[in-house]
């Protein structure tokens, strides 16, 4: 399958990491994690709940990008308030993106720069730390660089494995970082909370993650990041997305 794009082999990466969810509400923000999660929910994980993004629990989903309103089949509704019933009582399993991530997995959605004179605005902290407390949180990153995997993020908005840890009470017990796929490699966590590379995308180098990464970062013979299986691939292409949106976001 020399024709399998990168996009694809980072949809099937992050599909992966939904694999053994069991029945829990999928938060996939981005284009490659939703498209992701469908592929999960029609493959290895049958019990992954689906949302349109809005307020409807989806048996068949819209079209990417769409809500019910635009076809997909209606099987429950989520209000908003009962998202965060959902959340707090860890049924629910997130893939968020990250402006900045640590070693740790601490991760920075907020603001670059001060925080009283930050050089940029982003959108906020969010969700980012209900999501990091109370299930399992996993980031994607659509482009690796040194500027988004830094030394130390400028605001903690995501809970990271060193925090985690060192937090005195036991209301983090259920803090669980997961794994952060990008465009190059697919990173976890070694037994000490840090990031460390899992497997290399085809046609990339550990230099080449460790040049684009601002903190060492362990390689310890990383496989290639598998490729999509033939069922897959075609789900990929004709039914999920055949639209190519995920070649907008992770370009070959």
Request: glycine content about 10%; aromatic content about 6%.
């Amino acid at each position: 399958m020399s024709d399998v794009t990168r996009a694809e082999i980072c949809v099937t990466a992050c599909a992966d990491a939904w694999r053994g969810a069991g029945e829990v509400l999928a938060h996939a923000v981005g284009t490659v994690p939703a498209i992701s999660a469908r592929l999960a929910r029609l493959t290895h994980s049958p019990d992954l709940v689906l949302t349109d993004g809005e307020a409807f629990l989806m048996s068949e989903p819209p079209p990417l990008g769409g809500t019910a309103a635009d076809g997909g089949v209606i099987e429950g509704w989520a209000p908003f308030s009962r998202i965060f019933d959902i959340l707090n009582s860890g049924r629910r399993h997130s893939m968020m993106g990250a402006s900045q991530i640590d070693r740790y997995g601490n991760q920075n959605i907020s603001l670059i720069g001060d925080w009283d004179r930050p050089t940029r605005q982003l959108i906020g902290a969010r969700g980012a730390p209900g999501n990091t407390v109370n299930h399992r949180t996993d980031y994607w990153v659509s482009r690796h660089s040194a500027k988004v995997f830094v030394e130390s993020v400028d605001v903690v908005c995501g809970v990271g494995n060193d925090r985690a840890r060192a937090h005195a009470s036991s209301s983090l017990r259920f803090h669980d970082l997961g794994v952060v796929v990008t465009n190059l490699a697919v990173l976890g966590y070694d037994a000490d909370g840090r990031l460390e590379i899992r497997s290399l995308h085809p046609g990339v180098t550990a230099e080449e993650v460790q040049a684009n990464t601002g903190f060492p970062i362990e390689c310890r013979s990383a496989p290639p990041t598998r490729p999509p299986t033939a069922e897959e691939l075609e789900l990929i292409r004709t039914v999920i997305d055949p639209k190519g949106l995920r070649d907008r976001e992770v370009r070959s």
